[in-house]
């Protein structure tokens, strides 16, 4: 940082701004596309991102603790996705999750973040069929969590209620191709739009989102020509999970990547880490000290 920017930075800081303009985290990490002096990231920003062909990451995060280090480590976009029916509350699907328990996992996630875009998911039963309840669900999440944006799944079945969203001023990200709340209607979570029929369906709904005003859509396990074709059709960002490498961004769960979700193993996942295992061998360590009484040893007590 100049002398200036650390100068406007104390500024802001006493004035309780820094939070929304520059922040000083160039220490932290500095990605070689970052700027030093890093600014929130917004829907506009990623639209700036697709146009300079600049990858967009995004991460699913559910709690204060791994927010702060995916903000850390400079992922542009924190999706609390209603995957943490699955991974944090052990459920079969993503249905049984409410709007309280999305409320509560937001709320954790923005503590954290000092850069990243939060994007929340509308919970299954929270926006289908009811434009009125869908814009009562996303003012809730967005007043009672803090965040910056919400995602809702399908096309045209669900445009009254995108549209009512926008109009409050509220971003909505899109997301189509397998949308897992309706995974009960597909029977399985095989790849989708593989048919024409489906396929021509998913390119037009693609169009209808980019056309009443979502800021980006997430298409889920589709063939990569297919996602590349919608990528390159619409202006909006475009951001994959299993739709190939020609899209404007990845998302992944992030417990998948870090290979705590040891059974989950579709081909689209790159996973990172082995913290199944490693986080198993502590747990097991540990017992063993306690077990055998060298834990804690005279260092470690008063
Ligand atoms: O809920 C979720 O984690 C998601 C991603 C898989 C895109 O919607």
Redesign the pocket.
């Known amino acids: 940082m100049t002398k200036r920017q650390q100068e406007r930075w104390e500024y802001l800081k006493s004035h309780g701004e820094a939070d929304t303009l520059l922040l000083p985290c160039a220490s932290i990490c500095t990605p070689r596309f970052m700027n030093k002096d890093v600014k929130r990231v917004t829907v506009h920003t990623l639209r700036r991102m697709k146009e300079a062909g600049e990858k967009i990451s ?1 991460l ?1 995060a559910y709690d204060y603790s791994f927010a702060t280090i995916l903000d850390e480590a400079g992922i542009e976009v924190l ?7 699955n ?1 944090m509350a052990g459920h079969e699907t ?1 249905l049984p999750i409410t709007l309280d328990q999305m409320i509560y996992h937001a709320g954790s996630v923005i503590r954290a973040i000092k850069r990243a875009l939060v994007v929340v ?1 509308l919970p299954f039963g929270t926006y289908q069929g009811n434009s009125k309840k869908a814009l009562s669900s996303a003012i809730r999440i967005m007043k009672e969590s803090g965040a910056h944006a919400v ?1 809702l ?1 399908g096309g045209e079945s669900v445009q009254q209620s995108i549209k009512r969203i926008l109009k409050a001023g509220v971003p909505v990200m899109g ?1 189509l191709g397998l949308i ?1 709340q309706s995974i009960y209607k597909f029977g399985t979570y095989v790849v989708r739009a593989k048919q024409k029929e489906e396929a021509d369906q998913l390119k037009k709904d693609a169009k209808l989102l980019e056309s009443i005003g979502c800021f980006a859509i ?1 298409l ?1 396990k589709i063939p990569s020509e297919l996602a590349a074709e919608v990528a390159a059709s619409v202006k909006i960002p475009v ?1 994959g ?1 299993g739709a190939g490498n020609k899209v404007d961004g990845q ?3 992030t417990h998948d990547l870090l290979g705590i979700t040891k059974s989950f193993k579709p081909r689209f996942l790159r996973r990172y880490l082995d913290m199944y295992t490693d986080i198993k061998v502590a747990a097991q360590s540990y017992l063993q000290d306690v077990k055998s009484g060298s834990f804690p040893d005279e260092s470690e007590q008063y």
């Open positions: 995004m699913t999706l609390v996705g209603d995957s943490a029916s991974v993503t998911d995602k799944e997301h897992p997430v889920e951001i999970i998302v992944l769960v």
